[in-house]
């Protein structure tokens, strides 16, 4: 079964630093890999997703990697804001979904 | 892409009750998942519900416990059946949304219904 963990489990910056979140999977045999954004009441909104084939995806301020050799992705966020305060969930999509536990991101002004 | 609503959004029930979770879709969708978020944890799948078939339930769960209801393409109810302490999760549903409606490559998801058991 596929394993999903996501380090560090909580990370909290000064608004305006560049940060890292991590995600490692056991199973490389996977379609493509999500980012996902989980806010409290509002449910997840994906954030970027990397299809078995690429290595990296950018959508403003976020850039996602991939190397599915090593079974690895980051989440790149530059110039964070306390907006970008939320939990990041890394999900790997083989025969469904695998989530990780995610990373509890605070941004403090 | 598709818009999805959980009714209740939250609740507080007792031990040895039951209760049902709703989820409304905007458009139609084939697919439609329900997940179990326990406390620290990560999404864990319950089962897969298709219109005009019985759910598939993951390793793990069973349909006396998480009977699904899916009675057309846009709404589909998870009852949580006699609740126990360790039944307190976040419940989200998600759907696949048809080709044209979005990426079929991912999932939306409801806001969640927060669930206490007392």
């Known amino acids: 079964k596929q394993e999903v963990t996501q380090i560090p489990a909580a990370l909290s910056v000064p608004e305006g630093e560049n940060l890292v979140l991590n995600c490692s999977f056991t199973?490389?045999?996977?379609?493509?890999l999500q980012w996902f954004r989980q806010d409290p009441g509002k449910g997840l909104t994906s954030l970027l997703l990397?299809?078995?084939?690429?290595r990296e995806q950018t959508s403003g301020r976020l850039n996602a990697s991939l190397d599915k050799s090593s079974g690895r992705s980051t989440l790149y966020i530059a110039a964070s804001q306390p907006g970008d305060s939320a939990t990041y969930l890394c999900a790997v999509n083989g025969n469904q979904f695998y989530f990780g536990t995610g990373t509890s991101l605070t941004v403090i002004p | 892409s598709a818009v999805i609503s959980q009714k209740p959004s939250r609740d507080i029930c007792q031990r040895g009750t039951s209760l049902t979770i709703q989820c409304q879709v905007d458009?139609?969708?084939?697919?439609m998942f329900w997940y179990r978020q326990q406390p620290g944890q990560s999404l864990t799948l319950i089962a897969t519900?298709?219109?005009?078939?019985?759910?598939?339930?993951e390793s793990g769960f069973v349909i006396d416990k998480f009977p699904i209801s899916r009675p057309n393409l846009t709404f589909s109810t998870l009852t949580v059946s006699n609740m126990s302490p360790e039944d307190s999760s976040i419940y989200l549903c998600?759907?696949?949304?048809?080709?044209?409606?979005?990426?079929?490559?991912?999932?939306?998801f409801g806001p969640g219904t927060r669930l206490t058991v007392l």
């Open positions: 199973d490389s045999a996977i379609y493509n």
């Open positions: 458009s139609q969708v084939t697919m």
């Open positions: 519900a298709n219109q005009g078939s019985e759910a598939t339930y």
């Open positions: 990397i299809q078995s084939s690429q």
């Open positions: 998600s759907v696949e949304p048809t080709r044209g409606q979005g990426n079929p490559d991912t999932q939306y």
